[in-house]
């Protein structure tokens, strides 16, 4: 059974005003929440498994991207690069990516997921500038706007809308009393 709602808000000092079903609101962030913890979950198991083996000449490491494939142009190259072999940043990334994709995908910790699954985001579009502000925040294939930029803002979304409570372990999660003791553990979910 649907049901229609009636949305109110106020947006950059404007009033907003829209009809909307929580049904099919409730099932597009569920399955927007599940995709987006797919993508970053299989990003990063990908890469721990690499370790799996046991041979060190077969572990994944960002040092060839942050070398070799930051665009020319880029205003950062010198900073990426700087990071490049670093085991902390190596693991950093494995475990950002596979832990916020399981989070996603559990419900768990929503807020505090995609918060920095976000922030990771931000980071592999800085990587993609082919250019700085004077030049258009060009990126591949395009400007400003590439495919890390749509996963930061649906991160952000997914966050805002607290999806972690549609079929996912933030509604139990938020009903412990150690959350209930303690209120501000309550940002982290959603």
Not at 69 to 97: E, Q
């Amino acid at each position: 059974m649907s049901t229609k709602q009636t949305l109110q808000s106020e947006m950059l000092g404007r009033s907003v005003t829209f009809d909307y079903s929580e049904t099919w609101v409730g099932y597009s962030l569920f399955f927007m929440r599940i995709v987006m913890g797919w993508t970053l979950f299989q990003g990063g198991i990908t890469k721990l498994v690499t370790y799996l083996d046991g041979n060190p000449a077969n572990n994944w490491t960002a040092a060839g991207f942050l070398q070799n494939a930051i665009p020319a142009g880029n205003p950062l190259t010198g900073f990426f690069a700087s990071m490049a072999g670093m085991p902390l940043i190596d693991w950093l990334n494995m475990l950002g990516l596979t832990l916020t994709g399981l989070g996603l995908l559990l419900g768990a910790f929503v807020r505090f997921n995609a918060f920095w699954g976000a922030v990771m985001m931000l980071f592999y579009w800085l990587a993609a500038l082919e250019g700085g502000l004077m030049a258009g925040l060009p990126v591949a294939h395009g400007w400003v706007v590439d495919d890390h930029m749509v996963y930061a803002v649906l991160l952000f979304g997914l966050g805002a809308f607290g999806s972690g409570r549609i079929l996912g372990l933030d509604s139990y999660i938020e009903k412990l009393s150690i959350v209930k003791n303690n209120s501000w553990l309550k940002l982290l979910l959603g």
